[in-house]
């Protein structure tokens, strides 16, 4: 475990520290002049300076060193003690004033560090979930991504700002005091106990390190749950009308209270062995400092040895209680980082070809499937040996019950997903050949939900094409028969949509989604029951439009409505997979009764 998470560790070192690597430096060097100045000024001078503020010449007893190591002070002391005095004072401050400083700067350092770690860690995490096949996200739910990008990202953060100034400087300290007292103690032929002393420090890192391993697992259960709970409030969030038309209100609170005791539970369990460090170390620094009393006392130590020696196992053990808190915080990251590192190793199984091709200019929109089987879990095919030529410039009807194959036949052209078997052309390209952004610059897609961003009617039909004129964007929406609506209100375009397009209604959002179509000018366009919102009244004012839109462009119409379909020059029936019926819509209502029923079930005209 201990190996897994060294090697977890590395993968996040390499990816996000070594670009900040000057600001790193920059820290430890700081946080090195910290141990330093606590784990060898502070009792270097507890030892040397308070004897020479207490030094009184007729008292006798040895001159102090300080004064050996001045020479010229030996004179000023009998001329001007007061002088000698103020020297020797003067070090304190100076030396708290180094301490302080680098601790500011140590701090100053580490925070921008972490700040700016968690951010490329963010922003890699968002730009990777971006990049993975949409079959990832639909294999995990949303909330628990949400989680990941933002909440462990932030535990991330907290342990970069809060805990690494602390794994910077402690462990070094720690060793910088031990050094110290290793020095202290050969000075005073008691090598034997630095060697107990350095057992005790041991003993008391054993519990750190096996709470550390429980610490991790805790964490990682802890964040999991975060994320159920966020799927849970997502999930409320997103059916508000549902819950509320069926009367599940207690149901959910019941599911909302059930997940929450889980998290809870799992956190409790995780500040448990959190702080359980804390007692050990207490425990450890003062067997060490009542061994360290007697054995000094057996030796005839003086008080200023003693403290001097006292203030180095201080700092050692404070820096190993300061440091195994931010392990067990670093453990607690381990979590985070796991359930990170999980998104960001997932392999991307549609990635874009090393030598990409070029479609030809002008792109015509030729599509063509050759042989192409398609499932979306082993051994449950959703598409057969499908072979379909479809011209440029060709309007088709995708029809067919409910499963039958059409969306996924739609959502092979974008290289949503990966074909299994064979091949799908555009322009003769295979679509696994040529970079998958220029593939989809080729495509509009209005979909069946037409889900839209937190922003502005105008902002929402720019995503088609951002280069778009404004004189565009107002044709567009005009060719979506959004001109009343818009007319209605004052702001026209400029009205906000509200997150998703909740303030507009199902009709309305498919119109801006129609509009951002329209704007996009692409040459195959992919309608996937792009009508399904809208009144049959809605419906009729814009079929004429999207004749218009069809003309010279593929188009695909994937329909339940089969009065969506009055254009369509050609239809491809599909069942259980199989193209089973191509053809006019007057050909297959002659040749196929499963169209022909398909079609009488609806009563059109």
Request: hydrophobic residues 45%; proline residues 4%.
């Given at each position: 475990?201990?190996?897994?998470?060294v090697?977890?560790?590395?993968?996040?070192?390499?990816?996000?520290?070594?670009?900040h690597?000057?600001?790193?430096?920059?820290?430890?060097?700081s946080?090195?002049?910290?141990?330093?100045?606590?784990?060898?000024?502070?009792?270097?001078?507890v030892?040397?300076?308070?004897?020479?503020?207490?030094y009184?010449?007729?008292q006798?007893?040895?001159m102090?060193?300080?004064f050996?190591?001045f020479?010229?002070?030996?004179?000023?002391?009998v001329?001007?003690?007061?002088f000698?005095?103020?020297?020797a004072c003067a070090?304190?401050p100076?030396?708290?004033?180094?301490?302080?400083?680098?601790?500011?700067?140590?701090?100053?350092?580490?925070?921008?560090?972490?700040?700016?770690?968690?951010?490329?860690?963010?922003?890699?995490?968002?730009?990777k979930?971006l990049?993975?096949?949409i079959s990832?996200?639909?294999?995990?739910e949303?909330g628990?991504?949400?989680?990941?990008?933002?909440?462990?990202?932030?535990?991330?953060?907290?342990?970069l700002?809060?805990v690494?100034?602390?794994?910077?400087?402690?462990?070094?300290?720690?060793?910088?005091?031990?050094?110290?007292?290793?020095?202290?103690?050969?000075?005073?032929?008691?090598?034997?106990?630095?060697?107990?002393?350095?057992?005790?420090?041991?003993?008391?890192?054993?519990?750190?390190?096996?709470?550390?391993?429980r610490?991790?697992?805790?964490?990682?259960?802890?964040?999991?749950?975060?994320?159920?709970?966020?799927?849970?409030?997502q999930?409320?969030?997103e059916?508000?009308?549902?819950?509320?038309?069926?009367?599940?209100?207690?149901?959910?609170?019941?599911?909302?209270?059930?997940?929450?005791?889980e998290?809870?539970?799992?956190?409790?369990?995780?500040?448990?062995?959190?702080r359980?460090?804390?007692?050990f170390?207490?425990?450890?620094?003062?067997?060490?400092?009542?061994?360290l009393?007697?054995?000094?006392?057996e030796?005839?130590?003086?008080l200023?040895?003693?403290?001097?020696?006292?203030?180095?196992?201080?700092?050692a053990?404070?820096?190993?209680k300061?440091?195994g808190?931010?392990?067990?915080?670093?453990?607690e990251?381990?979590g985070?980082l796991?359930?990170l590192?999980?998104i960001?190793v997932?392999?991307?199984?549609?990635?874009?070809?090393?030598?990409?091709?070029?479609?030809?200019?002008?792109?015509?929109?030729?599509?063509e499937?050759?042989?192409?089987?398609?499932?979306?879990e082993?051994?449950?095919?959703?598409?057969?040996?499908?072979?379909?030529h479809?011209?440029a410039?060709?309007?088709?009807?995708?029809?067919?019950?409910?499963?039958?194959?059409?969306?996924?036949?739609?959502?092979?052209?974008?290289?949503?997903?990966?074909?299994?078997?064979?091949?799908?052309?555009?322009?003769?390209?295979?679509?696994?050949?040529?970079?998958?952004?220029?593939?989809?610059?080729?495509?509009?897609?209005?979909?069946?939900?037409?889900l839209?961003?937190?922003g502005?009617?105008?902002?929402n039909?720019?995503?088609?094409?951002?280069?778009?004129?404004?004189?565009?964007?107002?044709?567009a929406?005009?060719?979506?028969?959004?001109g009343?609506f818009l007319?209605?209100?004052?702001?026209?375009?400029?009205i906000?949509?509200?997150e998703?397009?909740?303030?507009l209604?199902?009709?309305?959002?498919?119109?801006?989604?129609?509009?951002r179509?329209?704007?996009?000018?692409?040459?195959?366009?992919v309608?996937?029951?792009a009508?399904?919102?809208?009144?049959a009244?809605?419906?009729r004012?814009?079929?004429?439009e999207?004749?218009?839109?069809s003309?010279?462009?593929?188009?695909?119409?994937v329909?339940?409505r089969?009065?969506?379909?009055?254009?369509?020059?050609?239809?491809?029936?599909?069942?259980?997979?199989?193209?089973?019926?191509?053809?006019?819509?007057?050909?297959?209502?002659?040749s196929s009764?499963?169209y022909?029923?398909?079609?009488?079930?609806?009563?059109?005209?």
């Open positions: 475990m201990m190996r897994q998470a090697k977890r560790v590395l993968f996040f070192v390499r990816l996000f520290l070594v670009p690597i000057r600001l790193f430096g920059m820290a430890l060097l946080g090195v002049l910290v141990s330093l100045t606590s784990g060898l000024g502070i009792p270097l001078m030892k040397y300076v308070f004897p020479v503020v207490f009184t010449p007729d006798g007893g040895e102090p060193k300080l050996e190591y020479p010229r002070l030996q004179a000023l002391q001329e001007d003690p007061q000698v005095l103020l020297i070090v304190m100076v030396t708290f004033l180094i301490r302080g400083l680098a601790m500011w700067g140590n701090g100053m350092m580490v925070s921008l560090l972490g700040v700016r770690i968690s951010a490329t860690l963010r922003m890699e995490v968002f730009r979930v990049q993975l096949p990832f996200m639909e294999r995990r949303k628990d991504v949400i989680s990941r990008v933002v909440s462990d990202t932030g535990v991330v953060q907290q342990v700002t809060r690494a100034d602390d794994l910077f400087k402690q462990p070094i300290t720690c060793l910088v005091a031990i050094a110290t007292f290793l020095w202290m103690m050969l000075q005073n032929d008691q090598f034997g106990l630095f060697l107990l002393n350095a057992l005790l420090i041991l003993v008391a890192f054993l519990p750190i390190y096996q709470f550390g391993k610490i991790s697992v805790k964490a990682h259960r802890a964040l999991t749950g975060l994320g159920k709970l966020n799927t849970v409030v999930q409320n969030l059916t508000m009308r549902e819950v509320r038309a069926y009367s599940m209100e207690a149901r959910q609170i019941q599911e909302f209270t059930r997940t929450m005791d998290y809870c539970h799992n956190s409790v369990k995780l500040v448990k062995y959190q359980a460090v804390i007692p170390m207490e425990v450890a620094t003062s067997i060490a400092l009542v061994v009393l007697v054995r000094g006392y030796c005839g130590a003086s200023n040895d003693f403290l001097a020696m006292a203030a180095v196992l201080f700092f053990f404070d820096s190993m300061k440091a808190n931010a392990f067990n915080r670093l453990n990251g381990q985070a796991r359930r590192e999980e960001l997932e392999p991307n199984t549609m990635p874009d070809p090393v030598a990409p091709a070029s479609f030809p200019e002008p792109v015509r929109g030729d599509i499937f050759r042989d192409v089987s398609f499932a979306y082993p051994g449950q095919p959703v598409l057969q040996h499908i072979n379909v479809i011209p410039g060709q309007v088709v009807g995708l029809v067919g019950s409910s499963g039958a194959g059409k969306t996924t036949f739609a959502a092979l052209i974008p290289r949503f997903y990966d074909v299994c078997e064979g091949a799908v052309l555009v322009d003769g390209l295979d679509v696994r050949d040529v970079r998958v952004h220029d593939l989809r610059e080729q495509l509009a897609l209005v979909g069946q939900q037409a839209l961003f937190s502005t009617v105008r902002e039909i720019r995503m088609g094409r951002p280069d778009a004129t404004d004189e565009e964007i107002r044709a929406a005009e060719a979506a028969a959004l009343s007319d209605s209100g004052k702001k026209g375009l400029d906000s949509v509200g998703g397009g909740g303030s209604s199902g009709g309305q959002r498919q119109r801006v989604a129609l509009a179509a329209f704007v996009k000018n692409a040459p195959i366009l309608l996937d029951e009508t399904a919102s809208l009144d009244e809605s419906e004012d814009i079929q004429q999207l004749e218009k839109l003309a010279g462009r593929t188009t695909l119409i329909a339940h089969f009065s969506t379909l009055r254009h369509a020059q050609r239809i491809l029936l599909f069942e259980h997979g199989h193209i089973v019926a191509d053809g006019s819509h007057e050909e297959l209502y002659a009764p499963l022909k029923e398909l079609y009488d079930r609806q009563g059109i005209d």
